[in-house]
């Protein structure tokens, strides 16, 4: 089966400007997250979505960042305006179905650089 | 809050020796505890995964236990081989059964042929 999708792979920007990741997910996985993982840390959760519906986006600094999921299945994360702390690798993960402890599929990332 | 503290941060073996990751969780609650493994600008992967009903479990060369009481879990990965080199990262479920996962900070390691 065709793993998690994300593009770009690679995204150079400057402080202040904006920037938007695409996931799309592995074909009926219900649960999508967003993951924000700083060099030499471990992934942090910024947003679960089940369908639609967002579930938790408790760590999700939402006077700069904005995530969605109109349809269900693709989501875009946006970051507007960027800070240079916002430089790390942005996952996108899928899952079957919340509730169910699956096993979390990993996209390939985004690596951001905010200069 | 929720926290998952992993160690050690580096861990350097010889191949063939065997390699020992612990990790300890803060929420009570938590009930799936999964392993990731990280190469080198890749994805994480799952390469191994518990749940709270069972105190072992073990897949080959790679093991994982639980104790609940003391809110530790561990991997164990036996006859270790250059191509285990990597960052490898615990997780804990937090908030019940809805899925969400806190990782731990990541260990390095290295296996020196």
């Known amino acids: 089966e065709a793993g998690v999708a994300q593009s770009p792979r690679y995204k150079i920007i400057e402080k202040r400007q904006s920037v938007a990741f695409w996931c799309n997910p592995i074909?009926?996985?219900?649960?999508l997250y967003w993951y924000q993982q700083i060099l030499g840390q471990g992934p942090k959760l910024l947003i679960q979505f089940q369908n639609n519906g967002v579930v938790d986006d408790s760590q999700l600094p939402k006077d700069r960042f904005s995530a969605e999921r109109l349809k269900g299945v693709d989501s875009t994360l946006k970051i507007q305006p960027a800070k240079l702390e916002d430089s790390a690798v942005y996952l996108c993960?899928?899952?079957?179905?919340?509730?169910?402890?699956?096993?979390?599929?990993f996209g390939p990332g985004t690596r951001l650089t905010v200069l | 809050g929720e926290n998952v503290e992993q160690h050690p941060s580096t861990l350097s073996v010889q191949e063939g020796d065997s390699a020992v990751i612990k990790c300890t969780y803060s929420?009570?609650?938590?009930?799936?505890f999964p392993w990731y493994k990280q190469e080198l600008g890749k994805r994480p992967q799952l390469i191994i995964d518990i749940r709270s009903n069972v105190g072992e479990k073990k897949d080959q060369r790679i093991a994982v236990t639980l104790n609940k009481t003391a809110k530790h879990f561990s991997l164990h990965i036996t006859e270790t081989q250059p191509e285990d080199s990597a960052v490898y990262f615990c997780a804990a479920s937090v908030g019940g059964a809805t899925n969400k996962l806190i990782f731990g900070t990541g260990t390095l390691l290295a296996v020196q042929p």
């Open positions: 993960a899928s899952s079957l179905e919340r509730g169910l402890l699956n096993e979390q599929f």
């Open positions: 929420d009570s609650a938590s009930n799936y």
């Open positions: 074909s009926g996985h219900a649960t």
